[in-house]
């Protein structure tokens, strides 16, 4: 199957710092890049989506200011959590789209701990 | 607003058995359903894409059923493994967009 990196795998930080997480597609052209979010024993929640030199479209309740999407490139997205926050503390997920693959693959996901 | 649901206890069979995860869904007409694995810590694998005009899918010891009528997907594994142990998640598509169930999680016990 397509394969989805992330990095990094996990990260703690200071509260007030900014964490940035890149998602990779290394094997097909991804026109559409999803980020979710999950916490303990809950399902992914769709944060936001995003495609290849456009805008990202927020899920209601997400705060964009706060969560900074860029995909530069077919093949990667990076989601910038700014002012982290403890309560920011999650798993999250990216997941890549293409026509090639017509489903969505999941990167590995990446812990972030906000002290 | 869509509503999915799967079994919400955590199903737990023994080794050699088929087990069999169902998910449900309200308010919604998806363009195909998905069956995605979760390891603890770890991304969803992909497993198993269905679309609305297929009523059945296999792949290995994989079977997916799909009722548009009933709004419920089956997903069985047979001759289960202590290594399918895993939360498994139904997410229903429509496009490239995904709305995903809470999982269940299943053990498979020697």
């Known amino acids: 199957g397509a394969v989805v990196s992330q990095h990094p795998s996990w990260v703690i930080c200071k509260s007030g710092t900014s964490v940035k997480i890149e998602c990779r597609s290394l094997d097909f052209q991804a026109t559409t890049m999803f980020w979710y979010r999950q916490f303990p024993k809950q399902s992914l929640m769709l944060m936001a989506t995003s495609n290849e030199g456009s805008k990202a479209t927020y899920e209601q309740g997400v705060e964009k200011d706060k969560f900074l999407i860029n995909h530069a490139s077919l093949t990667l997205s990076t989601l910038t959590v700014t002012s982290a926050h403890p309560e920011d503390s999650s798993f999250y997920i990216c997941?890549?789209?293409?026509?090639?693959?017509?489903?969505?693959?999941f990167g590995p996901g990446t812990r972030l701990l906000v002290l | 607003s869509q509503k999915i649901e799967q079994n919400s206890e955590a199903l737990n069979i023994q080794e050699g058995k088929t087990a069999t995860l169902t998910c449900n869904y309200t308010?919604?007409?998806?363009?195909?359903l998905q069956w995605y694995r979760q390891d603890p810590g770890r991304g969803p694998v992909f497993l198993l894409l269905i679309r609305e005009n297929e009523k059945e899918k296999r792949k290995e010891r994989l079977k997916v059923t799909f009722d548009t009528t009933l709004k419920q997907s089956l997903f069985h594994i047979t001759a289960s493994q202590p290594a399918d142990s895993a939360t498994y998640l139904c997410?229903?598509?429509?496009?490239?967009?995904?709305?995903f169930g809470t999982g269940t999680r299943l053990q498979v016990f020697p």
């Open positions: 308010n919604y007409s998806p363009a195909y």
């Open positions: 997941s890549a789209w293409g026509l090639a693959v017509e489903t969505q693959y």
């Open positions: 997410a229903l598509g429509d496009t490239d967009k995904l709305i």
